[in-house]
T-cell receptor, first 110, second 113 residues
Framework: SQQGEEDPQALSIQEGENATMNCSYK?????LQWYRQNSGRGLVHLIL?????REKHSGRLRVTLDTSKKSSSLLITASRAADTASYFC??????????FGAGTTVTVRA | SAVISQKPSRDICQRGTSLTIQCQVD?????MFWYRQQPGQSLTLIAT?????????ESGFVIDKFPISRPNLTFSTLTVSNMSPEDSSIYLC??????????FGAGTRLSVL
């Protein structure tokens, strides 16, 4: 089932700019993950943040988690054309399944 | 990490026929998942496939329509049976390793005429 809600639904930015997208969820979680999906392809795991973590970095990615507000954000810095994709948050509510959000479609203009 | 090979990548089928999608993992995994994704939409979980037991189906999906096999720890199949145009979608398989991180196949784009 879909637990996460993401905003914005779509985002268009210039190459070199930063892109920020948000995810809100409803129940307590074990961890929250972000995935990228290029057009016509499967999802690729980007980063995982545990419920006891507040911020995590991986290359040009920065993820924050606020469990009191049940929300997370993904920041992509210095965007490139190759970052054009759909981004999904997914929550692990301590069972074996992930619940995926609706996704944010990011377009990076050259 | 894991590499997931999924095939076919796409197919066009006639209504009333069945299609079997295969998913091969390059390492042994306990859990595999099958999803459906409409273009521009999120993923909907169809079922979870564990080796040695029957698949667990989500609400709205039944075994007669989507039979799943899981003969060993590296392979699974999903069959879409008695297809109708409403079954046109992208079907994705995934496998989970540590910390419930899922690794996905490239997907099967199915069109039913």
């Amino acid at each position: 089932s879909q637990q996460g809600e993401e905003d914005p639904q779509a985002l268009s930015i210039q190459e070199g700019e930063n892109a920020t997208m948000n995810c809100s969820y409803k129940t307590s979680i074990n961890n929250l993950q972000w995935y990228r999906q290029n057009s016509g392809r499967g999802l690729v795991h980007l980063i995982l943040i545990r419920s006891n973590e507040r911020e995590k970095h991986s290359g040009r990615l920065r993820v924050t988690l606020d469990t009191s507000k049940k929300s997370s954000s993904l920041l992509i810095t210095a965007s490139r054309a190759a970052d054009t994709a759909s981004y999904f948050c997914a929550t692990d509510a301590n069972d074996y399944k992930l619940s995926f959000g609706a996704g944010t479609t990011v377009t990076v203009r050259a | 990490s894991a590499v997931i090979s999924q095939k076919p990548s796409r197919d066009i089928c006639q209504r009333g026929t069945s299609l079997t999608i295969q998913c091969q993992v390059d390492s042994q995994v306990t859990m595999m998942f099958w999803y459906r994704q409409q273009p521009g939409q999120s993923l909907t979980l169809i079922a979870t496939a564990n080796q040695g037991s029957e698949a667990t189906y989500e609400s709205g999906f039944v075994i007669d329509k989507f039979p799943i096999s899981r003969p060993n720890l590296t392979f699974s199949t999903l069959t879409v049976s008695n297809m109708s145009p409403e079954d046109s979608s992208i079907y994705l398989c995934s496998a989970t390793l540590r910390e419930n991180i899922q690794y996905f196949g490239a997907g099967t784009r199915l069109s039913v005429l």
